[in-house]
C-alpha cells in the first residue's frame, strides 16, 4: 500500500471500531505497521478486539488503544483525543465508523433522537473533534466517514436511519470541500458507502452470511484500493448488487425531483414498471 497515510508509525482513530466494519479496518491498518485505537461501547467487546488487533501490529499490545466512548457525548470525544495523543503524539487517520439501526417510522418518534445523535452529530462532533488538530499538523491525513447507500436512495423501512445517513453525506461532502479549499491542508475527506454487509448491525439475527452479503473484510479491501484511487465515493458492490445496478438507482432517485414523479416511486406501484426498463436501458 503505497497511499502516504497509510504506512507504518501513523495513528488510525477507528469509532465503532470494535466490531464489523470498523474491527476490519482497524485490522487492515494494524497489518500495514499503523498505530490504532479504537473506540466503542462494551469494555469486553472492546477488549476482545484489541487483543485480535495486537496479534498484527508490529510492537503487539504498544501499538494499540482501546477506549469506550459514546460518540453521541462530547466529553466522551474529548476524552477520546486526549487519550489517544497522550499514547501516541497525533492523529493521522480518522474513521468516523459509529452508527446504530434501531427501527423507526416517519409517524412514531421511538428511536429518532438516539439515531441521529449517534448516526449523525456522532459524525460532525467526532469530526471537529480531531480534524482540527490534524490540520494544524501540516502533514497528509485521511478522514473516512461510513455513510451508507440508504442516504441516498432513502428506501422506505427505517426513515431516521436514512434521514441521519442523508445527513453524514452533506457533512462529508462539505467537509471535503472545505478541506480542498483551506490553504496548506493535506487532509482528505472520503464517504465509504458499504454494500450489503454480513455485520451486527445488518445480521437482523442471522447467524450465517447471506450469498449476497460481503464480509467487514471485503468492504475494508475495496475501500483500501479506491483510497488509492483517490475516489471520495467509495460505492461498495456487494455479491448481489453491481455497481452498475446501484447507479441506475441512484440516477432514478434524483429523478424522482427532476421529472416530478412521487417521492420514493421506485416503490411505488404506478412505476415499478418504468423503474425496471430504466434499469434495463444501462
Known amino acids: ?68 466512548a459514546d460518540v453521541s457525548r462530547d466529553a466522551d470525544l474529548g476524552n477520546l483525543r486526549k487519550a489517544v495523543l497522550e499514547r501516541f503524539g497525533a492523529v493521522d487517520l480518522l474513521m468516523s465508523n459509529a452508527g446504530i439501526q ?33 490540520v494544524e499538523q501540516g502533514r497528509s491525513g485521511l478522514v473516512i466517514i461510513t455513510g451508507s447507500k440508504q442516504g441516498i436512495t432513502t428506501p422506505p423501512g427505517n ?43 445488518a445480521a437482523g439475527g442471522r447467524k450465517d452470511k447471506p450469498a449476497g452479503a460481503w464480509t467487514s473484510e471485503q468492504t475494508v479491501d475495496f475501500m483500501l484500493e479506491r483510497l488509492q484511487a483517490g475516489d471520495f465515493y467509495i460505492l461498495c458492490p456487494d455479491n448481489d448488487v453491481p455497481r452498475a445496478l446501484d447507479e441506475r438507482r441512484i440516477l432514478w432517485a434524483a429523478g424522482d425531483i427532476v421529472e416530478n414523479r412521487p417521492p420514493l416511486s421506485r416503490w411505488h406501484a404506478d412505476y415499478g414498471g418504468a423503474f425496471e426498463a430504466f434499469v434495463k436501458r444501462r
Open 1 to 68: 500500500m503505497s497511499h502516504p497515510v497509510l504506512k507504518p508509525g501513523a495513528v488510525a482513530v477507528i469509532t465503532g471500531g470494535a466490531a464489523g466494519i470498523g474491527l476490519a479496518a482497524a485490522k487492515r491498518f494494524a497489518a500495514l505497521g499503523m498505530r490504532v485505537c479504537i473506540a466503542d461501547l462494551g469494555a469486553q467487546k472492546l477488549l476482545d478486539a484489541a487483543e485480535q488487533i495486537a496479534q498484527l501490529t508490529r510492537a503487539g499490545a504498544e501499538d494499540v488503544l482501546a477506549i469506550e
Open 159 to 201: 426513515p431516521a436511519y436514512n434521514v441521519s445517513k442523508a445527513g453524514v453525506k452533506v457533512f462529508s461532502e462539505s467537509l471535503q470541500h472545505q478541506l480542498r479549499n483551506t490553504p496548506g491542508c493535506a487532509i482528505n475527506a472520503h464517504l465509504l458507502i458499504p454494500g450489503f454487509v454480513f455485520t451486527e448491525l
Open 102 to 134: 434501531p427501527p423507526t417510522t416517519a409517524l412514531d418518534s421511538a428511536n429518532w433522537q438516539q439515531m441521529i445523535e449517534v448516526n449523525l452529530w456522532g459524525v460532525i462532533r467526532s469530526t471537529q473533534t480531531f480534524v482540527p488538530g490534524m
